[in-house]
């Protein structure tokens, strides 16, 4: 039998946060600048930034410092603006709801200036006790559709993470995900499935990788302990094998705990990942 052949590359990147971000941020690495470089030095393409507003970034000195180290910025994840700053789209108070708009309105003028897409977490909010599912739906769908609007005029791709159970009572796996897709008809918003959540919430990982592929526009990667690739059960084979067959070449981030410190997290992810990267697999690299 023919060996499937090898995708285009798939870049990855590593998530990162500012010095200051709360200790509940889920990054690899705090401080822009030590970030991006112990990114280069491991061979990581990029850094996704975890971000509770804009102002935390320091634009211009990044932006060089990106460009000098060869790596990119694809995308801004937004779990910090629900977990520090208390702002979701579901709220059912109007002026927390106008917060949460402007919030995402300056991360997105960002992500426009650095290239990246804006990642929808958990501050895609939740149903509130004892209301009807629905209000909370279409509270959620009115902000995302004006963001959206705002996005598009700015060529910004936002993206909807689905998030286990656990963690949130609203939008739990790939197939309610592209529902909400489906209803809310707006081309530059896609999914970002996470394996670790999957792992929770899907019937199959890669089967539902290829039944919801033209919607995956980024992927973040984790065991099934929030650990790096390789340290828990997850099988990778059949991750990348299903991104292989949907001829996925876009952009995978590692968002795990920095156990057993960061630096080894980071680095046995890249070292168990960067056989699948080009196409390939363990098997056949070893």
């Keep these: 039998m023919d060996s499937p052949q090898p995708i285009p590359a798939i870049r990855l990147a590593v998530a990162v946060a500012s010095d200051d971000a709360p200790p509940s941020a889920l990054v690899v690495w705090r401080g822009f600048q030590a970030s991006i470089e112990k990114a280069r030095r491991l061979g990581y393409d990029g850094v996704e930034l975890a971000l509770r507003d804009a102002g935390e970034v320091d634009l211009v000195p990044l932006q060089r410092q990106l460009r000098d180290a060869g790596l990119s910025c694809p995308c801004i994840s937004t779990g910090q603006v629900f977990a520090c700053l208390g702002l979701y ?15 995402f309105q300056g991360l997105i003028d960002l992500a426009a200036q650095l290239g990246a897409m804006v990642n929808i977490g958990r501050a895609r909010g939740f149903i509130e006790p004892g209301e009807p599912p629905r209000d909370a739906r279409h509270r959620f769908l009115d902000v995302a559709g004006e963001l959206c609007e705002y996005a598009r005029a700015r060529a910004v791709r936002l993206l909807l993470e689905p998030v286990n159970r656990y963690e949130i009572n609203f939008i739990h796996s790939l197939a309610e995900a592209a ?34 592929a033209r919607h995956v526009a980024y992927v973040h990667l984790a065991d099934s302990n929030r650990l790096a690739p390789g340290q828990g059960h997850l099988d990778f084979d059949e991750i990348f094998s299903a991104l292989r067959r949907i001829g996925y070449n876009g952009w995978a981030s590692v968002e795990i705990l920095p156990k057993p410190d960061a630096d080894t997290a980071a680095r046995q992810a890249i070292e168990f990942l960067r056989p699948y990267l080009t196409g390939g697999n363990r098997e056949t690299s070893e």
């Design 89 to 103: 789209f579901t709220a059912a108070e109007p002026d927390k709801r106008r917060q949460v708009v402007r919030v």
């Design 179 to 212: 529902e909400l897709l489906a209803e809310a008809g707006r081309p530059n918003l896609a999914l970002m499935p996470d394996v670790f959540h999957m792992n929770i919430e899907d019937r199959a990982i890669g089967g539902e990788l290829e039944r919801f």
